[in-house]
């Protein structure tokens, strides 16, 4: 028996959430001010005896019974401690997408909790969601990694399917790009979970970071591939990116026209390497590279795909610059094949393309990146710049470019080991 919980603070979003549910074993806890830890404790309180099922109120069931779906893997599979729904839309973790089959296990970290089926004896185990964190996100990650420690897996169920894009989140603006407030939150759910588990196991060593793959697939190649090297340290910048490029994708284009490929490791493999790797992954007709720890417009992957519907070879970017050494500034910068080299009148910041434009797939895959941490963009970019034979430029500015050398992961050549370490998120 299992009992599904909303935790809610959006009526409009309830309804249509509810309207998808035939089952009247539903708690909905509303809670003021929201904190989704407290909320989903009352509803496990609430559930008596019963397994619970974990809905957010933006989620909404796809398929016919799916929770019973769930419940049936949790019986077969006592091992799981957590399961998932598969997530169609907005989610951090890959491996909670949908599959063509019954249920599979997760080897990321965490699920985040849009849609998770929960057994009362794990609860029992291990105890409820951590009150502690009244921000946004980190409350699912803290309950997993309890849950994993206790000995149990996570899965997904690939036989309850549901959606988690078309309906607004409590925590972002109406134009799908996290706000100030809801940054604010993050910053402070993160703090709190890094201080909880500092001093962690050191992450394992990784020859070749895999590749994750965001993107809905269609008959037709994707538009843009937008490709994200990470490195372990810088994991959750690199989720709220991914996120704010989802949701960007799902709310202002149709599905399948822009893929995200990530590649994370703990440093060991040369970002030259790991960028020539994602180049030769990508299905995108263009392709354009966004560091781990930028950020980008909530327009950004449409501007993108809709310049790259043009033809050209490459496509120019605009944008801020900061920069963090000892005196921080914000410039406005422009990268674009129409200039020879670097200018900078005190307002703008002009340059030749880099790797942050989108170029032709196919123009891109014919210069390998040298397999080194530091000078490897430009070094690339010597060679593919004469192959660019035309081009157009978006001149809004879509990109936040940041960057400080006391915290950079990579450009520490004299000092491997520092750099490793930081890399792994050690001083």
């Keep these: 028996m299992y009992t599904v919980i909303i935790p809610s603070a959006n009526n409009s979003n309830l309804v249509k959430c509810l309207d998808r549910l035939r089952d009247p074993r539903v708690i909905v806890v509303r809670e003021k001010p929201f904190i989704f830890a407290k909320a989903i404790n009352r509803g496990i309180a609430a ?108 899965a997904v169920c690939g036989k309850c399917v549901v959606e988690h894009a078309s309906l607004p989140s409590t925590f972002r603006s109406g ?7 809801y940054l604010k939150k993050m910053q402070f759910n993160r703090t709190l979970f890094q201080e909880k588990w500092k001093n962690p196991a050191p992450p394992a060593a990784i020859e070749v970071a895999p590749i994750e793959r965001s993107w809905a697939p269609r008959k037709e190649p994707p538009i843009l591939s937008i490709l994200i090297c990470g490195v372990v340290s810088r994991r959750p910048q690199a989720r709220e990116l991914i996120n704010s490029l989802e949701w960007g994708s799902a709310a202002l284009l149709p599905p399948g026209q822009v893929e995200i490929l990530y590649a994370c490791d703990a440093g060991q493999e040369k970002v030259g390497a790991k960028r020539n790797r994602l180049l030769a992954a990508a299905k995108g007709i263009h392709s354009c590279f966004v560091d781990d720890d930028d950020m980008v417009t909530a327009d950004y992957a ?13 496509v120019g970017i605009s944008g801020f610059v900061t920069y963090q050494e000892g005196n921080k500034y914000l410039r406005r910068f422009r990268n674009s094949p129409e200039f020879k080299g670097r200018t900078d009148n005190g307002e703008i910041i002009t ?58 992961c990579t450009q520490m050549p004299n000092d491997e080991k520092a750099r490793l370490a930081r890399c792994q998120g050690g001083r």
Excluded at 81 to 108: F, M, T, Y
Excluded at 175 to 181: G, I, K
Excluded at 302 to 314: E, N, T
């Design 175 to 181: 134009n799908y790009m996290p706000n100030e407030e």
């Design 351 to 408: 340059d030749r393309a880099s790797h942050l434009c989108a170029i032709r797939t196919e123009i891109a895959r014919q210069v390998k990146f040298p397999e080194i941490n530091v000078g490897e963009d430009r070094q690339w970019m010597d060679r593919i710049f004469p192959l660019l034979k035309t081009w157009t430029v978006i001149q809004t500015p879509i990109y936040l470019y940041q960057f400080d050398f006391t915290k950079t």
């Design 47 to 154: 559930a008596g005896e019963d397994d619970v099922v974990l809905l957010n109120d933006d989620a909404l069931l796809n398929t016919t019974n799916g929770f019973e779906e769930m419940e049936r893997l949790s019986k077969e599979h006592p091992e799981f401690g957590v399961i998932s729904g598969a997530v169609l839309g907005n989610i951090c973790c890959d491996e909670q997408r949908p599959k063509p089959v019954h249920h599979w296990e997760v080897n990321h970290p965490m699920v985040a909790f849009v849609c998770v089926y929960i057994p009362r004896a794990v609860i029992e185990k291990v105890g409820l969601l951590d009150e502690c964190f009244i921000g946004y996100g980190y409350d699912d990650d803290d309950l997993c990694r309890r849950i994993r420690d206790a000995g149990y897996k996570l």
């Design 302 to 314: 449409k501007r993108m795909v809709d310049a790259c519907s043009l033809g050209k070879d490459c």
